[in-house]
Structure formats: C-alpha cells, structure tokens
C-alpha cells in the first residue's frame, strides 16, 4: 500500500470545514470535490456527512495519495479520484448523475493562475445543477486588502513558488461567480484568517 501524504493543515481545518458544510450542503446529494489533495478531508467529510456521495478528484500526480487515504480509512459513499484538470474537459459524465448539485474545493484559488480560476468558475457554471451550492476555503482578499499579516506574508511566500499563484479577491471570485449563474449567499469567517465562501446556483 502506498504511503499516506499528510497535511497537518487539512488535520487542523477540517473540524471547523465539516461544521459548515454539514449545514451549507445538508440540501445535497452528490459532491464533487476539484483538487482534493492528500486526500484527508475527503475522508473525514464522507464520514461525517454519511448524506452525500462524496466524489474526490486532482490531477493524476495526487491519485497515489487520495487512494492510499481510501484505503486506510473507507467509507461506502466516497469514491475514488476521477482525473480532473480544471482546464480540460471535466470527466463528470464517468459517473453518475452527470451533473452534481454540490461542489466542494479547498485552498486550491490561491494556487491556479487566474486563467486556471476562470476555468474552474466555467466548469462550475456547466456542471453544477441549478439550486446546487458550490463551497470553496481558503484564504481571500477583500478589495485587494490582506485580512491578515499571516496572508500578507503568506501571499509573499506564493508569489516566490510561482508569479501566477496569488490569494485572490472576493469580489472578483463573486463576479466570476455570477457569470455563471452562481450567488454568493454566505462568507464564513474561519480559524487562521480564512473564508469559506458558500455559492447558490440560481440559474
Ligand atoms: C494547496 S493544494 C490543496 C489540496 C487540498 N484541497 C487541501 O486543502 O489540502 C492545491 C490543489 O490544487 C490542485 N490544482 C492545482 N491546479 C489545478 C488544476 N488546473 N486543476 C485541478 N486541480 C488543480 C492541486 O493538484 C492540489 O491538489
């Protein structure tokens, strides 16, 4: 069995994650998580939201990893990583329904280069179910103004690992957002200067 990658970040955020989720997506039925990374929060969420079919998927480098977290700590409604590039054709149609009525994504805006956040917000716009809810955490910038020094700092350090990567604004996720039908109706403060932002797809 391969080794399992570990993330203390993702042990330290998932309790105050789970909480919101469990009221923000208590309406959904099939999750589809985009980079889901080491793998842990998909494991910990279907556990605790035994309600949703949990469907976990990265690019193929992390497919080892999300495995391994599987297979160490299973759960019947979590599925295994489908291949998903956000700026590639999605391969939601491998399972069933085509379309999902929840989406989940955690510290991955900060990450992609802002071509790459256009693209997700275009794949959410064309996969998510009218009435579903996309949620995604991280850390945000309002106006262009740091939360936080720890971000401000934190922005520095993504900037040296890569120019595109950026902590991005919330207004221009929420108008990104709009652009596909999706409103934002709640902005939760979280633990270590954080957000999870909650959308509506209301068309
Ligand atoms: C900082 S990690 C976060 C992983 C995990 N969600 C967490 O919270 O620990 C960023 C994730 O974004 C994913 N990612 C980056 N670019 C991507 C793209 N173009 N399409 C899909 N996922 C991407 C990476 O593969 C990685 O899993």
């Known amino acids: 069995m391969s080794s399992l990658p570990y993330s203390q970040s993702c042990e330290n955020n998932r309790t105050a994650i789970a909480a919101v989720l469990e009221r923000s997506f208590a309406q959904v039925r099939h999750v ?3 980079g889901s990374g080491t793998g842990q929060h998909a494991v910990h969420f279907a556990k605790l939201l035994p309600h949703l079919i949990w469907q976990t998927s990265d690019q ?6 999300i495995n391994a977290w599987i297979a160490a700590e299973p759960s019947t409604n979590l599925r295994a990583p489908l291949v998903l590039d956000v700026t590639k054709p999605w391969p939601i149609t491998q399972f069933e329904p085509a379309v999902v009525d929840g989406i989940f994504s955690a510290n991955t805006l900060h990450i992609m280069s802002k071509g790459m956040v256009e693209a997700f917000f275009a794949g959410i716009g ?12 991280g850390p945000f910038n309002y106006n262009g103004e740091y939360t936080s020094d720890s971000n401000r700092n934190f922005d520095q350090w993504l900037l040296q690992q890569n120019p595109q990567s950026a902590i991005r604004d919330i207004e221009w996720i929420s108008e990104l957002a709009a652009t596909q039908g999706l409103e934002l109706i709640e902005d939760h403060p979280m633990p270590a200067n954080n957000r999870l932002l909650h959308f509506e797809k209301k068309r």
């Open 32 to 34: 589809l998580e985009v």
């Open 126 to 137: 064309k996969h998510l179910a009218k009435g579903g809810h996309f949620c995604v955490y």
């Open 60 to 65: 193929l480098d992390y497919h080892d990893g």
